[in-house]
């Protein structure tokens, strides 16, 4: 006696079904993309929310051209001992005393070409020196003699800090060359036809913005050779999006005022 046994085709899915999966999947593979990079871009999260809240608190001004040309003039130093801070962090240690040799080098500025009537060229040059050499010093007894950074740093903060009073003698010195002052204060000269927009700014931004994608797009062909985990394709379009509609806005706004800062 046999038994005919036939294979039973899988029943059809309902209508409607495969596409509703297809879009789950998708908003997994997103929320497992943002889940995996948090701690990559949680702070640009957090300042985009923070910028909104500010926004709407002081009903737009926040993102005025005028009120962002001077954000980025107002924090443009601490930009760029950021970047210098974050070599040292990644290598393990820190460096308390960044604020303090930086009010000293300013000093020493001041004292050059206010009371010693030295050039500014000049007086750029000799402060690059002195702060090069006392990173130098601070790394030679971390580096060489083992002295905890933490130890060395906070000294290098109380010495130059003490060092800044002496130069200055608790006055004010000024005003600074204006050659100097236009290194801080200046803006790039307006070039081109008229647009209402500084044309410099903008073309400046346009290659900024291709720099950054094709970089993007070389970083993730590079992560494809090793065989590394890559984002999605639409995940990583939606990200190359959102930085370029950054980019531009940014763009945008500094072009609506007087272009970007010559510095």
Request: with cysteine; aromatic share 8%.
């Amino acid at each position: 006696m046999s038994t005919d046994v036939t294979a039973k085709s899988p029943a059809p899915a309902p209508p409607g079904k495969s596409g509703g999966a297809a879009g789950g999947g998708l908003l997994q593979l997103m929320l497992d993309g943002m889940r995996r990079n948090m701690r990559q871009y949680g702070m640009l999260i957090a300042l985009g929310l923070i910028v909104a809240l500010f926004a709407v608190w002081t009903d737009g001004d926040l993102l005025l051209p005028r009120n962002v040309s001077n954000l980025v003039l107002q924090n443009s130093y601490i930009l760029i001992l950021a970047i210098g801070m974050m070599l040292v962090i990644i290598a393990g240690h820190i460096d308390l005393s960044v604020g303090s040799l930086t009010a000293f080098v300013g000093a020493f500025a001041a004292v050059l070409t206010v009371q010693h009537d030295v050039s500014w060229p000049v007086a750029v040059v000799l402060c690059l020196i002195v702060g090069a050499v006392a990173g130098s010093v601070q790394g030679f007894f971390i580096a060489y003699l083992g002295i905890p950074s933490f130890i060395v740093t906070l000294a290098g903060m109380l010495t130059f800090r003490g060092v800044t009073e002496i130069l200055l003698e608790g006055q004010t010195l000024g005003p600074f060359p204006d050659g100097l002052q236009k290194i801080g204060n200046g803006f790039l000269p307006e070039t081109g036809p008229e647009t209402n927009y500084h044309n410099l700014t903008l073309l400046l931004g346009l290659v900024l913005i291709t720099f950054v994608v094709l970089q993007e797009i070389r970083d993730r062909k590079r992560q494809q050779e090793f065989s590394l985990e890559i984002l999605p394709r639409n995940i990583f379009l939606l990200k190359l999006v959102a930085i370029v509609s950054a980019l531009l806005v940014v763009t945008m706004l500094l072009a609506s005022y007087k272009g970007a800062r010559s510095c």
